[in-house]
């Protein structure tokens, strides 16, 4: 636990570093890191749904055009599993055109799983992801985390507590629950996950459905408010 701690706070002093610093980095208007479960609960259909729906999401006309109404934004994506094992499966990248948007999701798509093992470390995740933020070389505007996950944190650091010092460094916390197997996950999520400036919950019944919700949560999370789409999609 104390260790837990200590390493929040480093976390901490490097994202809050001197806008100074931050001034020598390139501004873009969103740092987005979109972080996939790949936990035992996981097998390797649902693993690869989650991926591929992910870089399907790229390619959506309504994502192109949030992501093009900006003067750029930079996306990682990271792979999370137990409370030690978290992995950057896709680097920074800065989209700012249509050439730039589908050369990512072509990376995303040929991601590979790392080291499956028991156990859901959500809060380690969301901390591995903080410390992305402060080793990037972009400034954002906005500060995302988009995890997207099946199960609860059973091991590690609370995702709460995570959450909490993420939202007093103006960094936000967006949820994607997949209820196939926790049917309340959503809950769960909404009361220890979400969090910080504008955050919100978006669901997946099963990981089929994976692929809708991200697009849908891509598009209000790029657009930064809501947008319409179809009831089907």
Known sequence: MARGVAFLLCVAALLAAPWVARAQQRPVD?????????????????????????????????????????????VALVLWSNHEQQETGVDWTLLRDKDSIAAFAAKVARVSRIEVSGGTGIGAALTYALRLFGANAFSGERRTIDISGDGQNNMGIEPSAVRDKAAALGITINGLA????????????????????????????????????????????????PVAVNSSD
């Open 30 to 74: 969103l740092e987005l890191v979109l972080a996939v479960d790949n936990s035992l609960s996981v097998n390797q259909r649902e693993f690869a749904l989650q991926i591929l729906g992910i870089a399907d999401a790229f390619g959506d006309t309504d994502v192109v055009r949030a992501i093009l109404s900006h003067d750029g934004i930079a």
């Open 178 to 225: 997949i209820l196939d197997e926790e049917p309340r996950l959503d809950r769960y999520y909404a009361a220890s996950v979400v969090g910080g400036p504008g955050a919100f919950l978006e669901t997946a019944t099963d990981f089929d459905a994976f692929a809708a919700a991200m697009r849908r949560k891509l598009r209000r999370e790029i657009g930064g408010q």
